[in-house]
């Protein structure tokens, strides 16, 4: 049996001489392990410093665009009434905002229904078309009736009449249309209702009827007098003993009236004014003011003739001319009118009002669309539907207003513009299919145009903003008002008065520098840890003399050395002259009073130290972007092909009316791609009816602009007519992916306004810069490739081609900082290329040491077998030093 532990036969220490000899052997492990820490030390290093490099590219990236830096304060004195703000383009001042109106979209309802689901009329299909406008002309509020004729003895009772919710003070000297409107305008501003009286005017038949005068031959032959007297005025005398026909008659009234006389002038003072004549029985005399006209025949003793009298007696007579009034909405909300007598004042109790006088205009710019309403859809709920999935600039939803009982009819259907301003007015028209006329019951619920018919109820009128700034009047659509202002966007919060102060916005530029500053020196003093020699604990930083990091280092200083090229008309061209200089330790510091006399002399050209600023020559030619491989220099331009929109113009000139039929669906394709989009193509409805051209071209644009999915791809048309007659369709796209067809579909055929004209596709801008070829995109020219001017981007717009100046570029030193820290950042940078080649040494290190530590394990091995095979060998030596020993001993004791 073989020795089971090492070294008991031999009594060596087996272990001990082998774990000795492994040591040994082991040492080239140390030299991996050191090998692979230094490595991964420094792939921290350049995880510290990708870190610290991002963090610096963060804090440039807000200083690479003029928005940075040419900043604006703006100060309103009151922000509860408006805020705002503004870009660079905006000049220090002060300005006093006055809000008048504050936009708001119009409302209108349908009256009440017990049922949003129930059937409105008998299903006939009907087209309901909506178009959005302007109501010029006219205003809304309510035409009362003729005030009765006790008024205008009797006056009317306080507490009789409320508008709004606010009792109007009248009594019993309230006795005219003009005095009734004076009380109800005294009360406007709380009312928001005004009040006109409308005209006073006699009786048409008060001197006669169809040509006849009924006004008899006077007689006072009998002994009497008579006098005629209208408004107060005496027109007619006659004293007694005069015989009919020589006194006062129709005639002579007439004589009197006419001309200078003193009866026309008294007349005349009295705000009274007449029509007709008494000789034709037409006569009417009239008050503008709406004050009452009181008409008037004082008799004494026997009298015959007179007014409506021929040859009878005439015991005298007094009518009196009342007139009446017109409630006007001061914002177009419904009036409501109340009191104990409104009948009294010529009006009805209840909320209402309506467009009086008025006419609509359909405005291009605003969305037009229709739906379709049968039987599958006639209830409150299937017009709502179909109105919101229509998308044209419409909303619909039911409101109820909670009643209850057997007759009551809680819903309504509530219509809102999607956009507020005064050209967000709403008609709506309705016309039949195949011939027929539309559902009734539809017409009566859903017609609506201000300058006629509005069976629907405003609720609130389209209105704009309107505001003075330092007293001119601006206006706006929406509650944004921009341009009154150059630069300065204002957004009006509610009505009422304020000042607005613009100013430099200094403090945000220092704010800039100093972050420029600060994000540099933090960057130094990371590659100063990373890369430096500590003299005094004697150590360097894990990439002290590595390459990649003294590159960086010298990259960055020699840009911040160099002057910015590429400026025009910039007094500024290195950081020293805003007072950033470098120190002995190579940090950065600032100069405060240097950067503020910078900022006082040429806080415009700041910006351009530090960020990329493109300027042109040219002004319709502006800068949109650049790349990291767009050289600063001053380019050349040269335009040989202008951008241009796809169109459609017609080959005949339209007539002064074009009649499109009812069910009108044309096909339009619209900046169709290659292959087509199957959404570029729709069809649409053109709302039937009689237009002159400028009315054709808008109800064009607009029913093609209100198509869902064109709004939804940002694809949208105008229409004009050109000096011809003609109609022109344009896609507002440049380019060669703008174009526009139009196919009939059904009802008025395509060539009624267009002829048999073809479409034009839209072509893209071409040209040079800097001599180099560039590529166009619709109006956008960019730099070819590998060229200094390689990412460059312009937009070209005016009328001209051929040479258009020249273009300077300039980087500023954030622009070219954050470019260079973008080349060693990210997947593909020069940091992460160099950590990879670490990692990868270090996986070789591994692998070797790996492959050395399996030799090791045979080192070993064989070191146990050799010395195994020396403890057996030194065993059985020794076991046959005993044996023989023992016989010596033996042969020695038998002697």
């Known amino acids: 049996m073989g020795i089971s532990s090492a070294g008991i036969g031999s009594n060596l220490p087996v272990d001990s001489i082998i774990s000795k000899l492994m040591a040994v052997e082991s040492q080239p492990l140390a030299t991996f392990d050191k090998k692979s820490a230094s490595y991964l030390a420094q792939v921290s290093a350049f995880g510290n410093l990708s870190g610290a490099l991002g963090t610096f590219q963060s804090a440039l990236s807000s200083l690479t665009s003029l928005s940075g830096f040419q900043t604006m304060n703006t100060s309103p004195g009151d922000p509860s009434v408006f805020t705002a703000s503004a870009n660079s383009t905006a000049k220090a001042g002060s300005y006093r905002i006055n809000v008048s109106q504050i936009a708001q979209a119009q409302t209108l309802a349908t009256g009440g229904f017990k049922s949003t689901t129930a059937a409105i009329g008998l299903g006939n299909k009907t087209t309901v078309s909506f178009s959005l406008g302007t109501v010029s002309g006219g205003t809304f509020g309510i035409t009362g009736t003729q005030l009765g004729a006790s008024l205008s003895s009797g006056g009317l009772t306080p507490g009789a009449l409320s508008i709004n919710g606010t009792a109007i003070a009248t009594d019993n000297n309230t006795r005219s249309a003009r005095l009734l409107a004076d009380a109800i305008n005294a009360k406007s501003t709380t009312t928001g209702v005004s009040a006109k009286a409308t005209e006073t005017v006699t009786s048409a038949t008060l001197f006669g ?99 409506g009298n021929s040859g009878q007696a005439n015991i005298g007579s007094s009518t ?19 009191g104990s007598n409104p009948a009294g004042a010529g009006l009805t109790a209840g909320v209402g009002g309506a467009y009086l006088g008025a006419s609509f205009g359909a405005d291009a710019s605003r969305t037009a669309g229709n739906i379709v309403i049968d039987s599958s859809n006639n209830s409150l709920t299937g017009i709502m539907e179909a109105i919101n999935k229509g998308n044209f ?107 607005l102060a613009v100013s430099k916005d200094t403090s945000g530029l220092t704010s800039a520098v100093n972050g420029f500053v600060k994000a540099y020196n933090e960057l ?3 590659i100063t840890t990373l890369g430096g020699y500590n003299t005094e604990t004697k150590t360097g930083g894990p990439l002290l003399g590595n390459s990649t990091l003294r590159n960086l280092q010298a990259s960055i200083r020699n840009q911040l050395s160099s002057s910015i090229t590429g400026l025009q008309g910039s007094s500024l061209t290195n950081l020293s002259q805003i007072g950033v200089t470098f120190q002995k330790d190579g940090t950065l510091s600032l100069d405060g009073s240097k950067l503020q006399k910078a900022i006082d002399n040429n806080y415009a050209d700041i910006a351009s130290l530090f960020a990329a600023v493109g ?45 499109i039929a009812a069910d009108t669906k044309w096909t339009i394709t619209l900046n169709d791609t290659t292959p087509p989009t199957l959404s570029n193509t729709q069809s649409v409805s053109i709302p039937a009816g009689t237009y002159n051209p400028a009315q054709l071209a808008t109800a064009l644009q607009s029913a093609i602009n209100g198509v869902s999915e064109f709004s939804k791809a940002g694809a949208t048309v105008a229409v004009t007519v050109d000096d011809n007659g003609m109609l022109k369709l344009e896609s507002t796209r440049y ?26 596709k839209g072509v893209d801008v071409a040209g040079t810069i800097g001599g180099y070829t560039a590529t166009g995109d619709g109006q956008t020219l960019t730099g070819a490739p590998g060229a200094p001017v390689d990412g460059l981007k312009l937009t070209v717009s005016g009328d001209e081609i051929g040479p258009r100046g020249t273009f300077g570029f300039s980087q500023g030193y954030a622009y070219q900082l954050n470019t260079l820290a973008a080349g060693y950042l990210g997947g593909s940078g020069v940091i992460a290329g160099r950590t990879k080649g670490l990692n990868d040494t270090v996986k070789d290190i591994t692998a070797q040491r790996d492959k050395f530590s399996a030799r090791l394990v045979d080192i070993e091995a064989r070191y146990r077998k050799q010395y195994t095979a020396l403890d057996t060998i030194i065993a059985s030596m020794n076991t046959t030093q005993s044996f023989l020993t023992q016989q010596l001993e033996a042969l020695s004791a038998n002697k």
């Open 735 to 760: 380019g060669s992916k703008s174009n526009v067809t139009v196919i009939s579909d059904t009802g008025s055929a395509v060539s009624t306004v267009f002829g048999s004209a073809s479409s034009v």
């Open 209 to 307: 009827g169809a040509g006849a005068a009924s006004f008899g031959e006077v007689s006072t032959a009998g002994g009497g007098s008579y006098s005629l007297s209208v408004g107060g005025v005496q027109i007619a005398l006659q004293e007694d003993g005069v015989a009919a026909g020589d006194g006062v008659s129709a005639a002579s009234i007439d004589a009197a009236l006419s001309g200078n006389t003193a009866t026309a002038r008294a007349l005349a003072d009295a705000n009274i004014t007449f029509t007709g004549t008494a000789a034709g029985g037409d006569l009417q005399f009239h008050n503008a003011d709406g004050s009452n006209i009181a008409i008037a025949e004082a008799v004494s003793g026997s009298v015959s003739g007179g007014i």
């Open 320 to 338: 009196t001319a009342v007139a009446s009034i017109q409630l006007i909405s001061n914002d177009g909300s419904p009036i409501n009118v109340g």
């Open 615 to 659: 300027h042109s020559s040219d002004p319709d030619i502006s800068f949109v972007s650049s790349s990291a491989k767009t050289q600063a220099g001053e380019y050349a331009l040269n335009i040989t092909q202008l951008a241009s929109k796809g169109t459609l113009t017609g080959n005949l000139a339209l007539p002064a009316e074009t009649t």
């Open 393 to 499: 600039g419409v909303t619909a939803s039911i409101v109820s207003d909670g009643s209850t009982g057997t007759g009551a009819t809680p819903n309504r259907l509530i219509l809102t513009s999607t956009a507020t301003g005064q050209s967000s007015t709403m008609k709506i028209t309705l016309s039949g299919s195949g011939g027929n006329p539309p559902d009734d019951a539809l017409v009566s619920l859903l017609s609506y145009d201000p300058g006629g018919v509005q069976n629907l109820s405003q609720k609130s009128a389209a209105s704009d903003t309107k505001a003075t700034v330092n007293g001119i009047d601006v206006t706006s659509s929406s509650t944004t008002i921009s341009g009154a202002i150059t630069g300065v966007t204002i957004n009006a919060l509610k009505v009422g008065s304020s000042t």
């Open 524 to 526: 130094n003093t990371q």
